[in-house]
């Protein structure tokens, strides 16, 4: 059974560093990783959609890696904002249809 | 990009009554929708997967008697909580994938999410 685990639960940083989230998943054969926002009481933003054969991808001040064979992704996030602050979801795509989803980072910036 | 709205955002109901939670894609064709729950302070849960025209597939230990769910067309679906206690009382937030582009395995787009409060 996937399983998809998030390290830090939270994590608070002040304005303008660089950080960096860490997402881990148990079974390697994955179609997909997606990282995903989501702000108290909403529901999920797409942030980047890594597919299985890729290694990164990069949207503005976010970047994401995928190393299958280990098992890890990282959402790597620039110069880091207080809009940034939210809860930040890394999924897997498990066959053609399911997602599963880690616990979330909780991210705070401090002005 | 790709929308899918959910209405309602709110609903408060009382113990033993019926809710039903709607799904839409906006502007995209959804062949397949997802629904998840969503527990404070916890991660998204699959509740069911829905196929346009065909019985949804339930994941284990959800009573699919109890959430129904029907995908009528390519652009709505609904899960319908019968007979909510307050242990239904979550977050719903449904997905939807679009595979008309051809490029085979898409990314999912998640609605805003509804918030159901039994009393």
């Known amino acids: 059974k996937q399983e998809v685990t998030q390290i830090p639960a939270a994590l608070s940083v002040p304005e303008g560093e660089n950080l960096v989230l860490n997402c881990s998943f148990t079974d390697s054969a994955i179609y997909n990783l997606q990282w995903f926002r989501q702000d108290p009481g909403k529901g999920l933003t797409s942030l980047l959609l890594i597919q299985s054969s890729q290694r990164e991808q990069t949207s503005g001040r976010l970047n994401a890696s995928l190393d299958k064979s280990s098992g890890r992704s990282t959402l790597y996030i620039a110069a880091s904002q207080p809009g940034d602050s939210a809860t930040y979801l890394c999924?897997?795509?498990?066959?053609?249809?399911?997602?599963?989803f880690g616990q979330g980072t909780r991210l705070t910036i401090n002005p | 990009g790709a929308v899918v709205s959910q209405h309602p955002s709110r609903v408060i109901c009382k113990s033993g009554t019926s809710v039903k939670i709607e799904c839409r894609s906006l502007d995209f064709q959804a062949t397949t929708m997802f629904w998840y729950r969503q527990f404070p302070k916890q991660s998204l849960m699959l509740m069911a997967t829905s196929n346009e025209g065909s019985k949804a597939t339930y994941e284990q230990g959800v009573e699919k008697d109890k959430f129904l769910i029907n995908h009528a067309s390519l652009t709505l679906s609904t899960l319908t909580v019968t007979s909510a206690h307050p242990e239904d009382s979550s977050f719903y937030i449904c997905s939807a994938r679009d595979w008309g582009t051809g490029q085979g395995l898409r990314e999912q787009y998640f609605g805003p999410g509804t918030r159901l409060t039994v009393t």
């Open positions: 999924a897997v795509a498990e066959g053609a249809q399911k997602l599963v």
